[in-house]
């Protein structure tokens, strides 16, 4: 079980949210502190694409937002989480908060080289390497889908 634990979010997936806040209150311990982390860019065209060219004050707010909505909906009633809404280059933000909280163990999720969130095989490599801390990188939930929805395939095709 891990005291801190650092999960970094994708605040506009709730399938990917679920499932990433499942995992990260299996592996905290019962008096462990859960922190929840997105970045963004604060110029133009941002980190993610509902965040418009508005000030990096809105988009902030609007990150934490969302992150708050996530964890009204699927965190347990008996856990808490803090929220950090980060501007700036994902794996620095992610590596710097890490040691800054003094982390024990930071999860990921990776997507590859699709989906909307540029958490992607850059970031997610800068991170393993760089963190201070153990890094788990979950599957992509599009990839477990996938690999059900082809499984489902070689059944129905052996009939």
């Known amino acids: 079980m891990y005291q801190k634990l650092l999960l970094a979010i994708d605040p ?70 803090t929220l950090h809404a980060l501007a700036g280059n994902a794996g620095e933000k992610l590596v710097g908060l890490a040691a800054q909280l003094g982390a024990d163990l930071m999860i990921l999720v990776s997507r590859g080289s699709s989906g909307r969130w540029p958490l992607r095989r850059a970031t997610v490599e800068y991170v393993a390497v760089n963190a201070p801390c153990r890094v788990l990188v979950l599957p992509a939930m599009e990839k477990q889908q996938d690999a059900q929805a082809d499984e489902g395939a070689k059944h129905d095709g052996g009939r």
């Open 12 to 81: 506009e997936d709730d399938g990917e949210g679920k499932c990433a806040i499942a995992a990260a209150v299996e592996l905290l311990a019962d008096n462990g502190e859960l922190h929840l982390a997105s970045v963004f860019h604060p110029g133009g065209g941002g980190f993610f694409p509902h965040v418009t060219d508005e000030a990096p004050q809105e988009k902030e707010a609007e990150v934490r937002k969302t992150l708050d909505l996530l964890v009204r909906k699927y965190l347990p009633m008996d856990r808490t989480a």
